[in-house]
């Protein structure tokens, strides 16, 4: 049972920083931040869950069914990711890259404390325990304030895949679609430190702070973490509908206003950009199709421009209402990963992508999110993040763009480059 208690909080942006604070105790976290972003479909403004009670930690074997499993025995909130190579899960696929991070392939975990904030009113949800440590917790959070931690050495970004290599890689990818053997491709590459010592608290508030995204997270599980901005949402549900909001066209942001504004023209008259996100909307609609009840899938809009501190984003949104005979896990087993992150049709592009990149992507262009009690969820897509093993000292971030026939591979390389520009500038 969960014990709820609400408060009204009286300066919600800086009560925020103060739960992030408080958490830093804790050997599990997740720290979610819609940043007040405007957007139809947000139930919480900032979610807290820490502390584990149970948890599931898996490799991708029988990944899916054994959440299931624990989603439906638990029946309580639950908090975690889904990563990328869980695709070796649903279909004869091989991750076999370099793995300088090494994340487990799933792991959720049951939260002893909850925290989910809307508007001023916080609602706190206790698991087992009794008023008075909410209070003394709640106390305590009002005086949180950031340790001070020791001076961080230089970092050294290295890139994985070199400009002329990069080049060389999407030509390759051209071939294929000159072929006929797919339509688009995702195609991503890492930079990483070695030796790396970083504060991932400050490096997050940073991040967040120059980016400001609708879906940012703070994850730590020991010693694996990630700090993530990212602008997309990659699956809810609330009830029976559920909603899929992929992003594909990105375009630079500028100070002036009159240049910025052409940028988010350009963006929306652009035909290879909408060519790119048309081509995954309807990968999502077949997605969708798989669980839904006959005739409920819906294109709610189609290549809009939402506009980030950072870039220029098209946007569609798709949604369904599911079918009674699937369960919410159905829904995420039939639709990962998210089509914005393989390319079409997706199962020929992942194979081709997993051949010619250099790194297993593991988290980075997974999901995180969380399990209602009834069934219900929200999870995002992992871009424009850090991930860091404290214990290796390894610090990663990968950026990629959606090849077409009417890429030019030195306009991708920039794309790349813009993405990565907020992640480099954080780590500097």
Not at 15 to 36: A, G, H, P, T, V
Not at 179 to 186: C, L, P, S, T, V
Not at 345 to 374: C, D, H, Q, W
Request: hydrophobic letters at 35%; one cysteine or more; glycine letters at 4%.
């Amino acid at each position: 049972m969960r014990t709820s208690i609400y408060k009204s909080i009286s300066d919600p942006k800086e009560f925020k920083q103060q739960l992030l604070f408080w958490s830093q105790q804790f050997r599990e976290i997740i720290y979610l931040d819609s940043n007040d972003y405007p957007q139809n479909y947000s139930s919480y403004d900032c979610v807290l869950a820490v502390d584990a009670f149970t948890s599931i930690k898996t490799d991708y074997h029988n990944a899916f069914e054994d959440l299931k499993q624990y989603q439906q025995i638990t029946k309580d909130w639950l908090f975690g990711y889904l990563s990328y190579d869980l695709k070796n899960d649903i279909e004869q696929l091989q991750s076999k890259n370099f793995d300088g991070l090494g994340f487990p392939d799933l792991y959720f975990f049951q939260p002893k404390k909850l925290f989910l904030l809307k508007g001023n009113q916080l609602e706190i949800k206790y698991l087992n325990i009794c008023d008075d440590e909410v209070e003394e917790d709640f106390e305590n959070i009002v005086e949180s304030r950031k340790s001070k931690v020791e001076t961080e050495a230089t970092i050294e970004i290295q890139q994985r895949i070199l400009k002329e290599n990069y080049l060389e890689k999407v030509s390759r990818i051209l071939e294929h679609i000159h072929q006929g053997d797919i339509y688009e491709a995702n195609f991503c590459m890492e930079f990483f430190a070695e030796n790396a010592i970083i504060d991932p608290i400050e490096k997050f508030i940073k991040l967040n702070e120059i980016s400001q995204p609708p879906f940012a997270v703070f994850f730590k599980n020991n010693n694996h973490f990630l700090l993530s901005a990212t602008p997309e949402r990659y699956l809810k549900k609330e009830g029976e509908l559920i909603i899929s909001q992929p992003i594909k066209g990105t375009a630079k942001r500028f100070s002036d206003p009159i240049e910025d504004e052409n940028s988010r023209v350009d963006l929306a008259l652009d035909p290879k950009e909408r060519a790119e996100n048309i081509m995954i909307t309807d990968l999502v609609r077949n997605d969708l199709s798989r669980t839904a009840q006959k005739g409920s899938v819906e294109v709610q809009e189609l290549c809009g421009i939402y506009s980030f501190l950072q870039v220029h984003q098209m946007i569609s949104t798709v949604t369904s209402k599911l079918d009674v005979q699937y369960s919410a896990v159905d829904v995420l087993k039939t639709t990962f990963p998210m089509g914005s992150m393989t390319g079409a049709p997706k199962i020929s592009a992942m194979k081709i992508i997993e051949k010619l990149e250099e790194t297993k992507r593991g988290l980075y262009s997974g999901a995180v999110g969380y399990f209602a009690p009834n069934g219900d969820f929200d999870f995002n897509v992992v871009i424009r993040s850090i991930l860091y093993n404290q214990e290796k000292k390894y610090v990663s971030f990968s950026v990629g763009s959606a090849i077409t026939s009417q890429s030019i591979p030195e306009k991708e390389y920039e794309e790349c480059l813009l993405k990565a520009k907020a992640m480099r500038e954080v780590l500097s």
